[in-house]
């Protein structure tokens, strides 16, 4: 079992740059896939990205690729989403996830979840 934290959202221009922290307490954080989800008002929560247990492999949702990037120090029990050339449609609440597989690509795979962090991005 794993608490999961994410920290680093706020405000930013467009086309300016986040890196988001998904934190784990817990044991065997390897063992889990991370994926990162994002929600805003009025919408379904969607996967932004996930990276496998050992973060050989990366998925990212077409309207990120190419500016967004996953990577994970499980040393450090921590994975990171680094965000670039922001645009306001990517303002959201931004949550992280695991799961017990390499890798999960429907939210409804991931058994544990952050609190959020929020990201806005101003035109």
């Known amino acids: 079992q794993v608490q999961l934290t994410e920290s680093g959202g706020g405000l930013v221009q467009a086309g300016g740059s986040l890196s988001l922290s998904c934190a784990a307490v817990g044991r065997g954080f390897s063992r889990y896939a991370v994926g990162w989800f994002r929600q805003s008002p009025g919408k379904e929560r969607e996967l932004v990205g996930l990276?496998?247990?050992?973060?050989?492999?990366?998925y990212y949702t077409d309207s990120v690729k190419g500016r967004f990037t996953l990577s994970r120090d499980n040393a450090k029990n921590t994975v990171y989403l680094q965000m670039n050339s922001l645009k306001p449609e990517d303002t959201a609440a931004y949550y992280c996830?695991?799961?017990?597989?390499?890798?999960?690509?429907?939210?409804?795979?991931?058994?544990?979840w952050g609190q959020g962090t929020q990201v806005t991005v101003s035109s």
């Open positions: 996830a695991a799961c017990t597989k390499v890798v999960c690509r429907d939210r409804y795979e991931y058994e544990y």
């Open positions: 990276i496998s247990l050992g973060g050989g492999v990366t």
